[in-house]
Structure formats: C-alpha cells, structure tokens
C-alpha cells in the first residue's frame, strides 16, 4: 500500500475511533448500548460523550473533502512528495482533533480543525501550484 491509500484507511478509521468512544459513553451514561434506537441515545449524551458525538459526525465531513482532493490529485498524477505530505499530516491533526474535541478544548480545537482544513486545500490546489 502506498502512503496515500494508508492516509485514507486511517481517515476512515479515525470516524470510527470517535465512534468507538461515543459507544463507550453510551454504555456508561445509560443503561447500557440502546441497540432498538442509538441515534437517540446518542442525543442524549453529555460532557465527554457529547463531544466525541461531535468528533464522530465532524469526521464524516473532514473525510468527505479529504477523500475527494486526494482522488482529485490521482486522477491528475500530481508528484506524490507534496500529496503525501500534506495527506499525513491532515491524519495526524485529525487524531489530534478528536482529543482535543472530547477532552474540551476548544480554542485548540478549532485551530487543529483550520489547520487539517487548510491541508486538504492545498491538496485541491497542488495540480496548479509549480
């Protein structure tokens, strides 16, 4: 596997990490997992939980227009140095992202968030930068 299809996997998979601790949280807030009716469950959710909730549902996005630029730029053959880069780092801010949401910090949160974005940005501009 290259490193760009490893990036992809471990994007996919950083959904459901956060989808693995939103579990967890449902499990302890309530009477165990509601299998018959999760996503109300899931509503139900405070503190830690309720923000893993968030990282959960962020991570669908994030991915979307990750997923999207990084076929783009396949599709193109543009030089892998930049696009590995770029996409490696996208992944390890995204681990970072989903800490910083559940563990509460928000201001740190959100400037992880703008950074992660600003990688995927520049992986939809590399097929027109020199």
Partial sequence: MTIITICLLVSIGQIYLAKGIVAL???????????????????KLSGWGARANGAHQNGFEAFSIFSIAILFNLLLEVDFYWLEI?????????????????????????????????????????????
Wanted: proline residues 6%.
């Fill in 86 to 130: 770029l996409a490696m780092s996208f992944v390890a801010l995204r681990f970072l992202y989903i800490y910083l949401y559940i563990a509460d910090l928000p201001k740190a949160r959100s400037t992880i968030w703008t950074l992660a974005f600003l990688c995927t940005m520049f992986i939809y501009l590399l097929p027109i930068l020199p």
């Fill in 25 to 43: 949280a449902m499990a302890k807030e309530g009477k165990g997992y509601d299998n018959h009716h999760p996503r109300m469950q899931q509503a």
